[in-house]
C-alpha cells in the first residue's frame, strides 16, 4: 500500500516564508520530515549507498534540503516548505549503488532523476509538484528545466552540495 506522508507531512509543517530561521531551526525541521519518510517506503536504503567522498545518498539529500532551505530564507523567498524539503529528501531516491558500472556511468547520470521519480511515486503520495522537482533536478542534463520555484532551488542546491562533499566541506549531517 502507498505510503500517506504526504497529508500527515503537511499538517505538520512548520516553516514559514519572510521568517529568519537559524541552523538548528532548519534541521529540525528537515529531521522531522525524515523521520516521516523514513517510517514509510525505502527512504532508509538510501543510507546503505555511498553518494560523494563518504556521504551516503541520505546524508546528501539530508544536505540539499538544508542547502535548500537556508537558500530560501536567505534570498526571503516564499516556497511550499513541506514539498520543497520531502522532494529534496528524495531527489537521489534512485535505491542502487551507482559507482556499479562504467567509469562515466551515463545511464545514470542522465537517467537517475526518473527512476528517483518513479520510486518515490510508487512508495510515498506525492504531490504533482514533489515529482516535477526530482525528475528535473538534474537541469540542465534533463533537459526540460523545472516550472517552480522549488525545482530550480534544488537544483541550485544540489550542485552547491556537490561541489562542498567533493572538497569534504559539508554543512549538515544528521
Ligand atoms: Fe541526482
Ligand atoms: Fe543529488
Known sequence: MKATVNAAAKAACFLRSGVSYNKQEIVRAIEHQAKLLLAEGNLAKTKEY?????????????????????????????????????????????????????PFNFKHAFGHPTFAARNAARDYKLTAKEIQIIKRHMWPLTVVPPTCREGWIVVLADKICTLLEVARKERVRL
Open 50 to 102: 555511498i553518494q560523494h567522498s563518504d556521504m551516503s545518498v541520505f546524508q546528501h539529500c539530508v544536505h540539499v534540503a538544508y542547502i535548500s532551505c537556508l537558500l530560501c530564507v536567505k534570498l526571503k523567498l516564499d516556497v511550499s516548505w513541506d514539498e520543497l524539503i520531502r522532494a529534496a529528501l528524495l531527489h537521489d531516491y534512485f535505491l542502487y549503488d551507482w559507482h556499479d558500472g562504467p
